[in-house]
């Protein structure tokens, strides 16, 4: 061999060496390529399946919120109806009540004039109340007609002495003694 051919395979084995190291990095640059691939196309199918659940998850919700709702609306318009026949009811008591009240009323006056009992008609004053405990009662003039009143303050016994003479007017109310 000779020093040319030698150098000839030398550079030629250098060639092949340097398209190696190049195929190599090559593979090398694929395979990071393909593992980069790979890894995003598990990332979107996991992201579709999360979003899928999601969306299933979403759906479910939705689908649980207007049966709940439904479920409200049809408890409160059976609540309302509750209410309105309860309302019912009572006016019927309440207007039951007054016609009892009514036909016991018209029976009273029916029973009244059959037995011949005269109305009583209310006065138009009320008669007036005074306060009698501890008031001393107001000499009054008798009259020929008229018999002297009861009165329902007690009397209270007092000497000759303790009464004022008759023609001064009496006070209304004493503490004690009355004095000269």
């Known amino acids: 061999m000779t020093p040319e051919e030698f150098e000839r395979i030398k550079e030629e084995e250098k060639a092949h060496l340097r398209k190696?190291?190049?195929?190599?990095?090559?593979?090398?640059?694929?395979?990071?390529?393909?593992r980069v691939t790979d890894v995003l196309d598990r990332m979107v199918s996991a992201s579709k399946d999360v979003l899928s659940k999601s969306e299933e998850l979403v759906d479910k919700l939705l689908h649980d919120t207007a049966h709940q709702e439904a479920r409200l609306d049809i408890a409160l318009e059976s609540a309302a109806e509750r209410d309105a026949q309860r309302k019912a009811q009572e006016e019927l008591a309440q207007a039951e009540e007054e016609l009892a009240k009514a036909k016991a009323r018209a029976?009273?006056?029916?029973?009244?004039?059959?037995?011949?009992?005269?109305?009583?008609?209310?006065?138009?004053?009320?008669?007036?109340?005074e306060k009698t405990i501890g008031a001393v009662p107001k000499p009054s003039a008798p009259s020929a007609t008229s018999a002297p009143k009861a009165s329902s303050a007690p009397v209270a016994r007092t000497s000759s002495a303790d009464t004022p003479p008759a023609d001064e007017p009496l006070p209304e109310k004493t503490i004690g003694r009355m004095r000269k």
């Open 20 to 34: 190696l190291k190049e195929l190599k990095a090559a593979a090398r640059t694929l395979g990071r390529q393909k």
């Open 107 to 129: 029976t009273l006056e029916q029973m009244k004039q059959q037995l011949g009992v005269p109305e009583a008609r209310p006065s138009a004053a009320p008669a007036s109340v």
